[in-house]
Antibody, heavy 119, light 110 residues
Framework: QVQLVESGGGVVQPGGSLRLSCAAS????????MHWVRQAPGKGLEWVAF????????YYADSVKGRFTISRDNSKNTLYLQMNSLRAEDTAVYYC????????????WGQGTLVTVSS | QSALTQPASVSGSPGQSITISCTGT?????????VSWYQQHPGKAPKLMIY???NRPSGVSNRFSGSKSGNTASLTISGLQAEDEADYYC??????????FGGGTKLTVL
């Protein structure tokens, strides 16, 4: 069965960096685009970034552009999110999600990892 | 990348039907048939309920249906059940090669 397991969350000071990982199993990881989506405490979902199946194209929300980098290692079935220059407003649960068709329909989600940006 | 507009809350009694709207612009909802709907129970990850405006993934009840007219997409839940009580989010692809979510709608089953 499809499994997505995020890791790497934690507490970081403003201006700091963190790298999230998402280990995928149960499907051919190298055939699917992947998203990062976040949810601030008590708030709604916010799309963060998308990477195509082969890593050839990457797209970002304006709120993270220039600070976050999405990447993937298809040999390790792992998705990454490098987060730099973190701000208090980046505090959220970060989910990785598998894109069903490359059009934004996310059919499988991880359980999420909490990132807290605080001094 | 402004969020799509959804009602903050809707409610209905068991057995009734409800509709949640999701309003965007011609640059997102109105411009593409790439609207998805997600259900999220408290403390859980979102679940895909509808994709490409009106398609249901395997395993999703046929009580859930989606449609679109102009810049507004809609999710209809018929035969409301207690387990349908959750937050619902729409999302759409945009002309900026990005995706945007709605603010979310809390469904209460009375």
């Amino acid at each position: 069965q499809v499994q997505l397991v995020e890791s790497g969350g934690g507490v970081v000071q403003p201006g700091g960096s963190l790298r999230l990982s998402c280990a995928a199993s149960g499907f051919t990881f190298s055939s699917y685009g992947m998203h990062w989506v976040r949810q601030a405490p008590g708030k709604g979902l916010e799309w963060v970034a998308f990477i195509r199946y082969d890593g050839s194209n990457k797209y970002y929300a304006d709120s993270v552009k220039g600070r976050f980098t999405i990447s993937r290692d298809n040999s390790k079935n792992t998705l990454y999110l490098q987060m730099n220059s973190l701000r208090a407003e980046d505090t959220a649960v970060y989910y990785c999600a598998k894109d069903k068709k490359g059009d934004g329909s996310c059919d499988y989600w991880g359980q999420g990892t909490l990132v807290t940006v605080s001094s | 990348q402004s969020a799509l507009t959804q009602p903050a809350s809707v409610s209905g009694s068991p057995g009734q039907s409800i509709t949640i709207s999701c309003t965007g612009t011609s640059s997102d909802v109105g411009g593409y048939n790439y609207v998805s709907w997600y259900q999220q129970h408290p403390g859980k990850a979102p679940k895909l309920m509808i994709y490409d405006v009106s398609n249901r993934p395997s395993g999703v009840s046929n009580r859930f249906s989606g449609s679109k007219s102009g810049n507004t997409a809609s999710l209809t839940i018929s035969g409301l059940q207690a387990e349908d009580e959750a937050d619902y989010y729409c999302s759409s692809y945009t002309s900026s090669s990005s995706w945007v979510f709605g603010g979310g709608t809390k469904l209460t089953v009375l």
